[in-house]
């Protein structure tokens, strides 16, 4: 696509990201119809889908050959990223949203046969508006975010939920009881989007989950990439954007490549 394209693009987007916060917000006054998906730790509210449709119908009526993938299944099932694709969660932290009513986030990652050209993640409380758009750099409610530089392990803060750091069916328990001994701290925030946000602006240094979707971290690979931070899985593949439930190792330059070969390679 053209440059003006891609400008059009994203100020379009921006736009629904900004409209869809202001319905969630307005949604807190209201009685959330809650439900749950595979169990009842994963949970999904009429505002997940409301939202979701709200992408899709606009998304629709303005770039009709679009393709669109979304947590809530109202999108396409794809088989490709050819072409442009929108992947949405359209509320990435469900249970924080349902229990606290903050800490919860609208991620879209807007992506061009298969590469990662314009990232949005919207803290909707907090009011802050992450977002990249590759080869121009990565943003916090319109600041520039400086480049990412390494730390290292010991003085690095690593978000992980306490799952992985104890028996579990997907992963080596002391592999990551090691990890979480030897770095600095650990932090779990319940949404894997704001987590990648909190890489891309410096908060924390890394993040690792082993069972993420496509929509979890779309928008988040491309603003760690595009401030020079590293996002695989576990093993150092690249992330295949339409395989459900993969294991996801982000992290600052540096950094990455420490915890894989010293971790997960041994």
């Known amino acids: 696509m053209e440059k003006h394209d891609w400008d059009n693009v994203f100020n379009f987007a921006k736009v629904l990201v900004l409209d869809a916060g202001d319905q969630i917000r307005l949604s807190f006054k209201q009685k959330l119809i809650i439900d749950f998906k595979e169990n009842a730790s994963d949970l999904v509210t009429n505002m997940d889908k409301q939202i979701e449709k709200f992408f899709i119908q606009k998304i629709n009526e303005k770039y009709p050959s679009h393709h669109i993938l979304g947590e809530e299944g109202y999108g396409e099932e794809l088989t490709s990223l050819d ?18 009513q903050r800490h919860f986030a609208i991620s879209v990652g807007i992506y061009h046969n298969g590469e990662g050209v314009i990232g949005f993640i919207y803290d909707v409380v907090a009011d802050d508006l992450y977002y990249a758009v590759k080869g121009r750099g990565a943003f916090v409610n319109g600041e520039a975010l400086p480049p990412l530089k390494s730390t290292e392990i010991g003085k690095a803060v690593i978000g992980i939920n306490a799952a992985w750091g104890i028996e579990n069916k997907r992963i080596d328990s002391s592999i990551t009881s090691a990890l979480i001994r030897d770095v600095r701290g650990t932090r ?66 540096g950094l990455h490549e420490y915890i894989l070969e010293n971790y997960f390679k041994k």
């Open 83 to 100: 072409g442009i694709v929108w992947i949405i969660d359209p509320i990435d932290g469900t249970m924080n949203f349902v229990h606290m």
């Open 188 to 253: 779990s925030f319940g949404s894997a989007t704001l987590e990648m946000a909190y890489i891309a602006s410096g908060k924390i240094d890394g993040y690792l989950s082993m069972r993420l979707a496509p929509w979890d971290y779309a928008a988040g690979k491309i603003l760690i990439e595009e401030l020079g931070g590293k996002i695989s899985s576990v093993s150092g593949e690249p992330l295949q954007l339409l395989t459900k439930q993969t294991p996801v190792f982000a992290a600052k330059p």
